[in-house]
């Protein structure tokens, strides 16, 4: 368990420097685009391409190769078939990426009636759209060998490298912003091409730090037993582990009928909603996978459960205290960080109140991460399939029903129901086929996390009112001070109820800190 929270520490450490720049970026992209017609034409170009981004670094992919290409690592049948894996599967996708980028690019004008059915009324914001999605789909080819790359360190053990490589690409955004947006039409091309240079580069990064282990050849790919194995396990994972993803995409599609700034809204409550989970959620997949694959084909069982229920009892930990500070603090979170240039205080709002919205699923989306990664460490992806089938269509439904009243909040908040029901499905499937058996330990520390939290929601709302006041009266500066000032003390109210209530001891704590 220390190996496993140490590498868990290394991987958010990493997440959490690449979320900075990616505030920096999204800062930086509200003053230059706000909620426009240009931003939201930007954001339905990116969130295809993103959306496989997440899913192949995130989850499908890796949960795919992991536990296959574990099994050669542990027990190789010779000393090239470790080798002969990469190679075979490198091969394979990329040709998949280059066909698929080819379709995509001469198909972008029908993709993007699909996927903003209402730009179809404005012109402006689907030629744009079709635009931007022509110049960035090409990154779906390096980014995809990059998620491979990354995949392969992660078996190894080695997981800094794909943990930083999204910094990369947050960089490319903000310099092709200051350096690109005078040289080209306007901001959104800018970031356009920003994004393919950062795919590039990603991909470029992640290639050196494989040679480490390997020498991956191009060559014809050849569809044997192992591969085959592969595609059994990835075709299904894509949906399985991409239905946090599927749902704002279907969150997309539904607020394109909205008025101007919808999407925008939902793109920017989005990316605050996944520090927490990028941090905490994707990171503990991406470690727990490995650890839980090699636990499941040694056949030890007091492992697994343990390894099970402290990622459980560790999610909680962390994503019920996240989800609070987000659902109170929200409106002055979104105005110190993104209220000026083109966004106004009116998106200030909507955007807030979208935010408070998504943090009601937060808990379940990090739980999810936990859960699916126990199904794939089995090597089952299809059960998370039919359980986030489910989740998409009590999504679409609850998102049509809320939307008229509720505007792009009924769609937050859709998805943070869809959430909860995903992660309560997954749950009771494990629990039924005694695949998770909860200890002692588990049920006394949920307790008093939950009433650590419940003081901590009071906590807050108290820490507000009396050092904000009327939030809107004062300075920038002073605004972000009393922010920090809540956030803090929140932390230490937090922890100190955690540590009081011997959910963990102080050693407990120092040594994760040193890890």
Request: aromatic share 14%; charged share 15%; hydrophobic share 55%.
């Amino acid at each position: 368990m220390k190996s496993l929270f140490r590498s868990f520490f290394t991987v958010s450490f990493y997440t959490f420097l690449s979320r900075v720049l990616g505030f920096i970026r999204d800062i930086l992209i509200a003053r230059y685009l706000g909620s426009t017609v240009m931003a939201d034409a930007f954001f339905v170009a990116f969130r295809i391409p993103n959306f496989f981004r997440r899913v192949l670094a995130e989850g499908a992919y890796s949960a795919a190769l992991i536990p296959v290409f574990s099994g050669v690592v542990l027990n190789p049948k010779d000393d090239h078939e470790a080798s002969d894996f990469v190679e075979n599967t490198t091969s394979m996708l990329l040709f998949a990426t280059v066909v698929l980028t080819i379709l995509f690019f001469f198909g972008m004008p029908y993709i993007i009636q699909v996927l903003a059915p209402g730009f179809t009324d404005n012109k402006e914001a689907y030629e744009l759209a079709v635009h931007f999605g022509k110049i960035i789909f090409p990154y779906l080819i390096f980014i995809s060998l990059a998620a491979h790359f990354a995949s392969i360190n992660n078996v190894h053990e080695r997981f800094a490298a794909g943990a930083f490589a999204p910094a990369i690409l947050n960089i490319s955004f903000i310099l092709s912003l200051f350096i690109l947006t005078p040289l080209l039409p306007s901001a959104g091309h800018a970031l356009s091409y920003g994004v393919l240079i950062g795919g590039v580069l990603q991909f470029l990064y992640l290639y050196r730090s494989v040679l480490k282990f390997y020498r991956p050849r191009l060559r014809i790919p050849v569809l044997n037993e192992k591969l085959k194995k592969f595609f059994r396990l990835f075709l299904p994972g894509i949906v399985g582990s991409g239905v946090i993803q599927l749902n704002i995409v279907i969150g997309t599609i539904i607020a394109s009928f909205l008025p101007v700034g919808a999407i925008s809204h939902i793109y920017y409550a989005d990316r605050l909603n996944q520090l927490p989970l990028a941090i905490f959620g994707i990171a503990l997949g991406i470690v727990l996978l490995p650890s839980l694959s090699k636990a499941i084909k040694s056949s030890n069982q007091e492992t697994i459960h343990n390894i099970q229920n402290r990622s459980i009892e560790f999610s909680l930990l962390i994503s019920l205290p996240s989800a609070i500070g987000l659902f109170i603090l929200a409106e002055p979170i979104i105005q110190i960080l993104f209220e000026r240039g083109a966004f106004i205080k009116e998106d200030t709002f909507y955007t807030s109140q979208v935010l408070s919205y998504f943090a009601l699923g937060l808990p379940a989306y990090i739980i999810i991460k936990v859960l699916v990664s126990c199904f794939f460490a089995r090597e089952d992806t299809k059960t998370p399939l039919y359980i986030s089938i489910v989740s998409v269509v009590s999504n679409v439904v609850l998102s049509l029903l809320l939307i008229e009243t509720m505007r792009e909040m009924g769609i937050a908040l859709a998805t943070a129901i869809s959430a909860w029901i995903n992660a309560f499905l997954l749950y009771a499937l494990l629990f039924i086929r005694k695949n998770i058996k909860f200890d002692g330990l588990i049920i006394n520390n949920t307790i008093k996390i939950l009433i650590s939290s419940s003081i901590l929601i009071i906590s807050i709302y108290g820490l507000k009112m009396s050092l904000f006041g009327d939030f809107n009266t004062v300075s920038l500066l002073l605004n972000s001070m009393l922010l920090l000032v809540v956030i803090f003390l929140a932390i230490i109210i937090y922890f100190g109820l955690i540590i009081m209530l011997k959910v963990f001891s102080i050693n407990q704590l120092k040594e994760y800190l040193k890890k």
